[in-house]
C-alpha cells in the first residue's frame, strides 16, 4: 500500500485517482481548489478529500508522495511553490501535468536545495486512460521514481504483451533525470502532430477524389493488417462513422497546446530537420484563418507583376 | 473451390500463392517467366506449374481468374496486352501489383472491349503478409469482384475484430470501379511516407537530446496505450534493437517506388495542400544527396551578400 497526495481533480485527475482507488488498495489524499468536485471525487472514488494543501500534506506520511495534476505553466509553477514551503526533506512532488521540460529542470534544481525530489510525468492517452490505462513517461532520481512506481503499476499497466521483454510488464518508463519524462512525451506530440496531418492530408485527396470514397471503411480496412495500422487511425473510423465522411458538421480549427512549438524550438537548438512537425504545426495555424495576411500580399503581387485580377474581401 | 491463375512469383507473388495453397483448397496455376521458380513453387505449395501463359489459360476452365503478380509499369502492361490476346469475355484480369490508378482506368477500358473484366488490388502488408495476412484494396466490377473474393478472403483474412460491423470479418474492400483500389493504396503509401517521417524526425530529436535516451525503450513504451502506437512505431521498437539505437551501421539513403510522387500530383490536380506527405517525399531526396545544387548555391549567395566564408568541397 502507497500513499500519495493529488492536487488537482480536474478531468486528468480525477480520473487518475478514479482509476488508483479502482484498481488498487492505495491511499489516495485528494485535493482541488474548488471544495465541491473534492466532495464529489471522495464520495464517488473513496479517496480521503483535503480543504487545502496544508491540510493534504499534514494528511500523508513522510516521506510524502505528492502527484499536481493542473494546467502547465502558472498554475503549475504555483503549486510546486506552495509545496515546497510546506514539505519536507525527502518528500517527492510529481508534475503529472504538461510542463515544459526546461521547466523541470528549474524546478528540481530548487526543490532539491530542499531536499525534495521532483519528478516529471508525461501521459499520453487522454480521456481513455481511464479506461485502458495511460502511457507514461517519466523522469527524475532512481529512487523517487522507485517510491513512487506503485502507483505508475495503477496508472499504466502493461496494454501490449508485445514489449514485455524490452520494458517489462508496464506501461510506463524512466527515461533520466528530471525533465527526461516531459521532454520524450513533448515529442510525442510533435510525432503525433505529424502523423495526424499525414492522415488528415490522404483522406483529403479521398475526400476530393472523383472515386466516391467512404471514408469510414477506408479508415477500417487499414487497421486490417496495413502498414499505416494505428491507433488513430482506429480513431478516424469511429470520427467517420460518428460524424460522416464529410466532417461537415465540424469546424476546422485546430487548436494546439504547446508541445509542438517547443519541439520545433528543440529541433532549431539541435539543428535537427523537422520539416514534417513543422509542416503539421503550421497547417493548424492556417486552420485558424492565419496566414491571412501572407495570401492578401500573394493577391496583391500576383497584381502588380501580372496584372492578374484580384478578388476584393467579402466586406473590403 | 475457385481456380486461379498466378503470374509472377517474386516474392510477393510466391507468397501469396503459398498463402492461397495452405490455407484453401483453391486450385492455382502458377506461371514466371523463370522456370525454374515455377518449378520450385509448385513443389513448395501443390500448385500447378505452367510453362507459358497460354500453358497457364489453357489449364484454367472459363470463366476465368489470372492474378498479375510482376512489377509495375512495362511488366505488368505487357503482362496485361499478352493476357487480352489469350483470354475471352467473361474472364477477369486482376492486377496485384503496385499499378498507378490511371493505369489501371486505361487497361479495364481497353479489356471491356473484348468483354473482359479488370480488377486492381492494392496490396499492404509487405513481406508479413503470408504470416498475418494482406490488406487488400479492390477496384473493379462487382461481378468480377464477387467472383474474385474467395480468394481475397484467404489473402485478406481478418486480422482486427474491431471493424467486423463497419466492413465484415475480412481484410480486405471494394472501394469503386476500376482504379479505385489501386487509388486508395497510392493515398496509403503517401499517408505511409507522412508517418514514417513524423516518426524518423520525433526520434532524430531524441538522437541528439541531452538525455541520454534508449530509442527501444521509448518506441516499446510508445505501442502502451499512447496516443502514437501503431505498427511502424512496433517495426520501429524492432529495428533499434536489431540495430542498435544509432542505427549507425545502415545508410541513410531511403528510395521510393513513385506512390508518394503520384499523390501529390494527385494533390495537384484537385488543389488540395499536402504539406506533409511532399515534405516526407523531399526528405527521401534528401537522403539520397539530391539538393546538392541548392546547397552549393545557398552557400554562394550568402558569401555574395555577406561575404561568409565558403567551405570548398572536399575534391574542389
Redesign the interface.
Known amino acids: 500500500m502507497t500513499q500519495i497526495g493529488f492536487v488537482g481533480l480536474g478531468k486528468m485527475g480525477g480520473n487518475m485517482v478514479a482509476r488508483i482507488t479502482r484498481d488498487s488498495d492505495h491511499d489516495v489524499v485528494a485535493f482541488d481548489r474548488d471544495p465541491d468536485v473534492v466532495t464529489t471525487i471522495a464520495e464517488q472514488t473513496g479517496a480521503r478529500g483535503a480543504d487545502s494543501l496544508e491540510d493534504l500534506v499534514g494528511k500523508l506520511q513522510a516521506p510524502r508522495l505528492v502527484w499536481i495534476m493542473v494546467p502547465a505553466g502558472a498554475p503549475t509553477q504555483g503549486t510546486v511553490d506552495a509545496l515546497a514551503e510546506l514539505l519536507q526533506a525527502g518528500d517527492t512532488v510529481v508534475d503529472g501535468g504538461n510542463s515544459k521540460w526546461t521547466d523541470d529542470k528549474a524546478r528540481a534544481a530548487t526543490l532539491a536545495a530542499g531536499g525534495i525530489d521532483y519528478v516529471d510525468v508525461g501521459t499520453?492517452?487522454?480521456v481513455?486512460?481511464l479506461e485502458?490505462?495511460?502511457?507514461m513517461?517519466v523522469?527524475g532520481p532512481d529512487e523517487a521514481v522507485t517510491r513512487l512506481a506503485p502507483i505508475l503499476d495503477v496508472l499504466?499497466p502493461?496494454?501490449?504483451e508485445?514489449?514485455r521483454d524490452?520494458?517489462g510488464p508496464?506501461?510506463?518508463?524512466h527515461?533520466?533525470?528530471s525533465?527526461?519524462g516531459h521532454?520524450?512525451k513533448m515529442?510525442?506530440n510533435?510525432?503525433?502532430?505529424?502523423?495526424m496531418?499525414?492522415?488528415a492530408?490522404?483522406f483529403?485527396?479521398?475526400d476530393?477524389?472523383e472515386?466516391?470514397?467512404?471514408n469510414?471503411?477506408?479508415a477500417?480496412?487499414?487497421?486490417?493488417?496495413?502498414?499505416?495500422?494505428?491507433?488513430?487511425?482506429?480513431l478516424a473510423?469511429r470520427a467517420f462513422?460518428l460524424q460522416g465522411n464529410d466532417l461537415s458538421e465540424l469546424s476546422g480549427y485546430t487548436a494546439d497546446s504547446g508541445e509542438g512549438r517547443w519541439?520545433i524550438a528543440?529541433?532549431m537548438d539541435?539543428?535537427?530537420?523537422?520539416?514534417?512537425?513543422t509542416?503539421?504545426l503550421?497547417?493548424r495555424f492556417y486552420s485558424r484563418a492565419n496566414g491571412d495576411f501572407t495570401h492578401r500580399m500573394l493577391s496583391a503581387l500576383r497584381a502588380q507583376f501580372g496584372g492578374h485580377a484580384t478578388k476584393k474581401s467579402a466586406d473590403g
Open positions: 499520453s492517452g487522454g481513455w486512460g485502458v490505462g495511460y502511457c513517461m523522469g499504466a502493461e496494454t501490449n508485445l514489449s524490452a520494458i508496464r506501461g510506463w518508463g527515461f533520466g533525470p525533465g527526461a521532454y520524450v515529442v510525442h510533435g510525432v503525433e502532430y505529424g502523423l496531418q499525414a492522415y492530408e490522404g483529403d485527396l479521398f476530393k477524389s472515386y466516391d470514397l467512404d469510414a471503411k477506408i477500417h480496412l487499414w487497421g486490417q493488417g496495413s502498414v499505416v495500422r494505428s491507433w488513430l487511425c482506429e473510423a462513422e519541439t528543440e529541433a539541435r539543428d535537427v530537420p523537422t520539416p514534417v512537425i509542416a503539421s503550421f497547417a
